[in-house]
């Protein structure tokens, strides 16, 4: 089956490492996204992607950048970990012009931790 | 930009009972109202969804009733099973360019049987 795929699916790390989360999918989809998951606090905007040449803020872009290296690939970057970035993050994709609706299809999830 | 508020934050029912669970939304042009639901240890995933143009919509034990003069929309759960059990999340459109979204806070729905 056509899916999204989160790499790594754990990761621990340091305050003050630059770390990368990866995406992909092979959907087909044009439009992917970042969350993040914090308990109580729901799922957040990080950043979106319409196309490859498209790059859009969400609601808590600051700490994070995005490269969207080809249709099927979206990465998460953290320049410098913080121990507030400790979170569950959600890459998800989506094609309304396909699907006939907007539907999120979310990855597996990538769980870090900041120490 | 849009605000979702979602209430209740936890909510714990007998089987076969119903369950509500409200949003409201603070972009009056928004016009895309889709609830996710996901269980333990899983990914979110939609459930149903609603336009602004219809004030209800059904899905056998689900429904989702929009009113747009309140800006509010709500999930409702009728005959409730153990199954039925998980986070559920209301969302709206972030802005109007497109299908990024936002979601609620959450909503932990506990059926016991």
């Known amino acids: 089956d056509a899916d999204v795929t989160q790499t790594p699916r754990n990761r621990i790390t340091k305050t003050g490492k630059r770390i990368m989360l990866e995406c992909s999918q092979t959907?087909?989809?044009?439009?992917m996204y970042w969350y993040r998951q914090d308990p109580g606090l729901g799922l957040r905007l990080i950043y979106y992607s319409f196309d490859v040449k498209d790059i859009n803020k969400g609601e808590i872009s600051d700490g994070y950048s995005v490269s969207r290296q080809a249709q099927a690939k979206f990465s998460l970057s953290l320049e410098s970990a913080i121990p507030n970035q400790t979170a569950l993050y959600f890459c998800?994709?989506?094609?309304?012009?396909?699907?006939?609706?907007?539907?999120?299809?979310f990855g597996s999830g990538t769980q870090l931790s900041v120490l | 930009g849009e605000n979702v508020e979602q209430h209740p934050s936890t909510l714990s029912v007998q089987e076969g009972d119903s369950a509500v669970i409200k949003c409201t939304y603070s972009?009056?042009?928004?016009?895309?109202f889709p609830w996710y639901k996901q269980e333990l240890g899983k990914r979110p995933q939609l459930i149903i969804d609603i336009r602004s143009n219809v004030g209800e919509k059904k899905d056998q034990r689900i429904a989702v009733t929009l009113n747009k003069t309140a800006k509010h929309f709500s999930l409702h759960i009728t005959e409730t099973q153990p199954e039925d059990s998980a986070v559920y999340f209301c969302a709206a459109p972030f802005n109007q360019a497109g299908t990024a979204l936002i979601f609620g806070k959450g909503t932990t729905l506990s059926v016991s049987s």
């Open positions: 972009d009056s042009a928004s016009n895309y």
């Open positions: 959907k087909g989809h044009d439009r």
């Open positions: 998800a994709t989506s094609d309304p012009s396909r699907d006939g609706n907007e539907k999120l299809f």
